[in-house]
């Protein structure tokens, strides 16, 4: 079960249609999964209050149960992953697709705390984006 919620309006922030898609290509078990487009002030508070870090950040997970059903949320906050597309060369949609990926691994067990989980959670991100007909988002390719 996917619920889309959109706390901002913005142009560039994909369809749920999409987001789903990009939600069940990095699924490998049942999930309960909320993803929400936010603005820079509610994704620093989440930052803040949950990471203790005091600024906006591209994408947080949540997890909420683990196992045979996966509950949890993703939020996405739409002026960094805009301004880090521009800012990679990347096109929106493609970051879009990108972060949602990582945040769905993210729920599956998936991290990047040491260079091997790094390296594990790159390499799948890339092969589920690939099926998509999404570039590398860590070669640098546009």
């Known amino acids: 079960m996917l619920a889309t919620q959109y706390a901002i309006r913005t142009g560039g922030a994909p369809s ?7 939600v069940q290509a990095a699924l490998s078990e049942d999930a309960e999964i909320t993803v929400r487009i936010v603005g820079a002030a509610e994704a620093r508070a989440l930052n803040r209050r949950f990471r203790g870090r005091d600024h906006a950040t591209n994408v947080l997970t949540f997890v909420y149960e683990e196992g045979a059903w996966m509950r949890g949320d993703i939020a996405l906050c739409a002026p960094v992953v805009a301004r880090e597309a ?14 949602v990926v990582h945040g769905v691994l993210h729920l599956q067990g998936y ?3 040491t260079e091997r989980e790094a390296r594990v ?3 799948r991100e890339t092969q589920i984006l690939r099926r998509m007909g ?4 860590y070669s640098g390719e546009a």
């Open 16 to 22: 749920p249609r999409r987001i789903r898609k990009w």
């Open 86 to 99: 521009r800012a990679q060369g990347k096109g929106v949609v493609a970051h879009y697709a990108h972060l």
């Open 111 to 113: 991290n990047h705390e």
């Open 121 to 123: 959670m790159e390499r």
């Open 134 to 137: 999404y570039p590398d988002p």
